[in-house]
């Protein structure tokens, strides 16, 4: 599971359109603490836009039917979001302020 970060950027690496995007992907399961991989990015060591994809997949996850699940609403989906990054919940991987930029967007009944 760890791996699939690095194993996308190689796959994506000789395409010369996707240059642009390899550090999203390779990055894009890094936390804010320092607690996620492939190499421990911190804070706004992590790109602007991978953080963004943070959110996008963590919400994709949380709506979307899984081996292990049924898809939760999307209203649940937001609510679990919004409650975790609130509490800073598991070493925080959803980056606040692109997140709650995202709420202001939806202009979701949440602060």
């Not at 602007?48 to 898809?71: C, F």
Request: glycine share 8%; net charge positive.
């Amino acid at each position: 599971m760890k791996q699939h970060p690095i194993v996308g950027e190689r796959i994506c690496a000789p395409l010369r359109s996707f240059r642009n995007v390899l550090p999203i992907l390779l990055w894009h399961y890094e936390k804010k603490d320092g607690t996620g991989y492939p190499d421990h990015l911190k804070g706004d060591e992590i790109p602007l836009a991978a953080r963004i994809l943070q959110a996008v997949d963590i919400y994709d996850s949380l709506t979307t039917d899984r081996p292990y699940r049924q898809a939760l609403a999307q209203k649940k989906g937001l609510e679990i979001m919004w409650e975790e990054t609130r509490r800073g919940a598991g070493g925080l991987r959803i980056c606040c302020r692109p997140w709650k930029a995202c709420w202001r967007n939806l202009r979701w009944p949440y602060p």
